[in-house]
């Protein structure tokens, strides 16, 4: 008889040699693919992570911004390329298309669904966080910033050369700009300023060929196309060219707190008639919480503002058209721009500005998001009947932006963004937990399907609009991976409503092989006739 120890080691060692070479095959094969189109130095060996480099872990993490997605059940990339050179990113188109593999493209990777990082079919990542470059040009007023910087890291380069200049985008600052600003980017200077894409005068993207274009090289199609129509359906963003805005040297803000004891419910309904129409100055948020620790379940209203303008002004414009509110000069801080954003973003006073070049956010969650358009103010009794489902329901809390001024003045069909005048606010609905497991996830899933559910008759309708950097899945995917014109409609129209069909003509001219896709992809009709043919 053998000796069962030895049998062991012989079949331990064919199974560990048999997976490593296998392995090492395959790797050593995409590494030759990829090198063999790009260039030597730097090379792109050294920027891509198998699962078995030691570092495959920690780079899918860093930049996953939701738990749902972290979990082993989650799809995993074959591999990740972080490309430092063009060519890189060049080589990873080309290998993908060789091999039929999906390319996921991540900049800050805040995707509320996270598709910036998952796929069910077999698939690689490629993530631009070392392409982060900021060049700001007071001259022009105007910067180039590459797609893997966040809104942080611009808010800084652009305070760091002037006192009196910003940018409209997002109040979060490790949003990434390459998802941010080809999804629409909306901020506190919205209604000033219009969205983050409104701004753009310029940008350089890698199409499904290869080829570097720009503006110019890319046509007024392919430009419309990536400022509010999702980067990821037409090619890689490399860069944006952004046209900076003037902000006074002191701007105001203010928070305030009422609950439904303090006469929350008339204020809320107040603000929805004057929230869009006040002057374009001022910004100001709600946030309605469900409160029930206390004795008496109760909803808080909080009102976040941002005034451009200092608070003497502020204070008598609010005494003039929302003096249910009872604004006084103890509630308003004046400050810098560049303070203001700490301030939105929950910083405490005397922050060093250097926390916005930070690119880990505070403590992760997981999340679910949904969105919604209001067009009609919602009655002080149907109001009450919210507050009612929110209290039962718990948890969702809703975060009411206003709209008007600007945002107004910009037609349906001037970016893929269609969401323009006619509407007074959104409604971001958001659940967040923090215990792992299905159980915790099916039950905040099942809260905010049921609010979003319930608000059907108070919000936007045929389409029942969305917004698209407010990713979420609920309201449709491609199932098929080459998705039909009429199944992507069902969805896309929510996000561009009449703006989908000039999207699927861009999509089917310059994409027309269906590269670029996703389960939210815009298709191609191109690619979807000549499968049907076959
Ligand atoms: C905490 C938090 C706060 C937020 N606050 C705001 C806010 O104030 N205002 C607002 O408008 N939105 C806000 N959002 C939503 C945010 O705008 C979107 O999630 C946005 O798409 C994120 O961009 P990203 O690059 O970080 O994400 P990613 O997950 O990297 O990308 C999002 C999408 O863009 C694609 N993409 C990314 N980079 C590129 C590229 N270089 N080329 C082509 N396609 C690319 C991805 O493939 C994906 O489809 C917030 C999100 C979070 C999580
Ligand atoms: C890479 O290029 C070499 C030399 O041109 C060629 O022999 C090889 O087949 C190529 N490999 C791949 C995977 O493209
Ligand atoms: C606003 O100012 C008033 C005094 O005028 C004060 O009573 C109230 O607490 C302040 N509210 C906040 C949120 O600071
Ligand atoms: C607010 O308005 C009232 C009445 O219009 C006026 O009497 C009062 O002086 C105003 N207060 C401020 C601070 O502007
Ligand atoms: C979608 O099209 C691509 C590109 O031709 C192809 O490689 C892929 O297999 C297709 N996927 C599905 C699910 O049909």
């Given at each position: 008889?053998?000796?069962?120890?030895?049998?062991?080691?012989?079949?331990?060692?064919?199974?560990?040699?048999?997976?490593?070479?296998?392995?090492?095959?395959?790797?050593?094969?995409?590494?030759?693919?990829?090198?063999?189109h790009?260039?030597?130095s730097?090379?792109?060996?050294?920027?891509?992570?198998?699962?078995?480099?030691?570092?495959?872990?920690?780079?899918?993490?860093?930049?996953?911004?939701?738990?749902?997605?972290?979990?082993?059940?989650?799809?995993?990339?074959?591999?990740?390329?972080?490309?430092?050179?063009?060519?890189?990113?060049q080589?990873?188109?080309i290998?993908?298309?060789i091999?039929?593999?999906?390319?996921?493209?991540?900049?800050g990777?805040?995707?509320?669904?996270?598709?910036?990082?998952v796929?069910?079919?077999?698939?690689?990542?490629?993530?631009?966080?070392?392409?982060r470059?900021?060049?700001?040009?007071?001259?022009?007023?105007?910067?180039?910033?590459?797609?893997?910087?966040?809104?942080?890291?611009?808010?800084?380069?652009?305070?760091?050369?002037?006192?009196?200049?910003?940018f409209p985008?997002?109040?979060?600052?490790?949003?990434?700009?390459?998802?941010h600003?080809?999804?629409?980017?909306?901020?506190?200077m919205?209604r000033?300023?219009?969205?983050?894409?409104?701004?753009?005068?310029d940008?350089?993207?890698?199409?499904?060929?290869?080829?570097?274009?720009?503006?110019?090289?890319?046509?007024?199609?392919l430009?419309w196309?990536?400022?509010?129509?999702?980067?990821?359906?037409?090619?890689?963003?490399?860069?944006?060219?952004?046209?900076?805005?003037?902000?006074?040297e002191?701007?105001?803000?203010?928070?305030?707190?009422k609950?439904?004891?303090?006469?929350a419910t008339?204020?809320?309904?107040?603000?929805?008639?004057?929230?869009?129409k006040?002057?374009?100055?001022?910004?100001?948020?709600?946030?309605?919480?469900?409160?029930?620790?206390?004795?008496?379940?109760?909803?808080?209203a909080?009102?976040i503002?941002l005034?451009?303008g200092?608070?003497?002004?502020?204070?008598?414009?609010?005494?003039?058209?929302?003096?249910?509110?009872?604004?006084?000069?103890?509630?308003?801080?004046?400050?810098?721009?560049?303070?203001?954003?700490?301030?939105?973003?929950?910083?405490?006073?005397?922050?060093?500005?250097?926390?916005?070049?930070?690119?880990q956010?505070?403590?992760?969650?997981y999340?679910k998001?949904?969105?919604?358009?209001?067009?009609?103010?919602?009655?002080?009794?149907?109001?009450?009947g919210?507050?009612?489902?929110?209290i039962?329901?718990?948890?969702?809390?809703?975060?009411?932006?206003?709209?008007?001024?600007?945002?107004?003045?910009?037609?349906?069909?001037?970016?893929?963004f269609?969401?323009?005048?006619?509407?007074?606010?959104?409604?971001?609905?958001?659940?967040?937990?923090?215990?792992?497991?299905?159980?915790?996830?099916?039950?905040?899933?099942?809260?905010?399907?049921?609010?979003y559910?319930?608000?059907?008759?108070?919000?936007?309708?045929?389409?029942?609009?969305?917004?698209?950097?407010?990713?979420?899945v609920?309201?449709?995917?491609?199932?098929?991976?080459?998705?039909?014109?009429?199944?992507?409609?069902?969805?896309?129209?929510?996000?561009?409503?009449?703006?989908?069909?000039?999207?699927?003509?861009?999509?089917?001219?310059?994409?027309?092989?269906?590269?670029?896709?996703?389960?939210?992809?815009?298709?191609?009709?191109?690619?979807?006739?000549?499968?049907?043919?076959?």
């Open positions: 008889m053998r000796n069962p120890v030895s049998i062991l080691s012989v079949v331990v060692f064919l199974l560990c040699n048999s997976m490593a070479n296998s392995d090492v095959l395959e790797e050593s094969s995409i590494l030759q693919c990829l090198s063999n790009s260039v030597t730097p090379p792109i060996s050294s920027v891509t992570y198998f699962p078995t480099n030691p570092s495959y872990t920690s780079i899918l993490q860093s930049y996953i911004r939701n738990l749902r997605f972290t979990s082993d059940t989650t799809p995993k990339p074959l591999f990740i390329v972080v490309p430092s050179h063009v060519s890189h990113i080589a990873s188109i290998c993908c298309k091999h039929g593999w999906e390319m996921r493209i991540r900049s990777g805040h995707d509320y669904d996270g598709l910036s990082y796929s069910a079919a077999p698939f690689m990542i490629l993530d631009t966080f070392n392409l470059f900021i060049s700001v040009d007071m001259e022009d007023e105007s910067a180039w910033v590459q797609s893997g910087a966040t809104l942080g890291e611009l808010f800084y380069r652009i305070a760091e050369k002037s006192k009196t200049h910003g985008a997002g109040v979060c600052p490790t949003v990434g700009v390459g998802g600003f080809s999804g629409g980017g909306y901020g506190n919205m000033k300023h219009g969205l983050s894409t409104d701004n753009i005068v940008a350089q993207l890698v199409d499904a060929n290869g080829r570097i274009l720009d503006r110019e090289s890319m046509g007024e199609d430009f196309a990536i400022r509010g129509g999702g980067g990821a359906s037409f090619g890689v963003i490399l860069s944006w060219k952004i046209k900076l805005v003037s902000v006074p002191i701007v105001t803000v203010f928070r305030i707190e609950t439904l004891e303090q006469g008339d204020i809320v309904h107040k603000w929805q008639y004057i929230a869009d006040i002057d374009e100055n001022l910004f100001i948020r709600v946030v309605l919480l469900p409160v029930t620790k206390t004795h008496l379940p109760s909803i808080k909080k009102f503002a005034f451009l200092n608070a003497e002004k502020l204070i008598s414009l609010m005494n003039g058209t929302f003096p249910e509110l009872g604004l006084s000069p103890m509630n308003c801080s004046e400050m810098s721009w560049i303070e203001s954003v700490l301030f939105w973003s929950n910083y405490p006073k005397g922050t060093s500005l250097e926390v916005l070049l930070n690119r956010p505070q403590p992760e969650k999340l998001k949904k969105s919604d358009y209001v067009q009609e103010p919602i009655s002080k009794k149907d109001l009450e919210i507050w009612k489902k929110m039962e329901l718990r948890r969702p809390a809703l975060t009411l932006n206003p709209y008007g001024g600007k945002m107004s003045e910009i037609s349906e069909s001037e970016t893929p269609p969401h323009r005048v006619g509407n007074i606010y959104k409604i971001q609905y958001s659940v967040t937990w923090k215990e792992d497991g299905p159980e915790a996830a099916d039950r905040s899933l099942d809260q905010i399907a049921r609010i559910d319930y608000m059907t008759p108070y919000v936007s309708k045929s389409p029942r609009s969305s917004y698209l950097n407010y990713r979420d609920d309201i449709g995917i491609n199932e098929i991976g080459n998705a039909s014109y009429s199944e992507a409609k069902v969805w896309a129209s929510k996000y561009f409503k009449g703006n989908f069909d000039r999207l699927v003509q861009v999509k089917s001219m310059v994409d027309p092989g269906n590269f670029f896709r996703y389960e939210q992809s815009i298709p191609s009709l191109t690619f979807w006739k000549s499968t049907m043919a076959e």
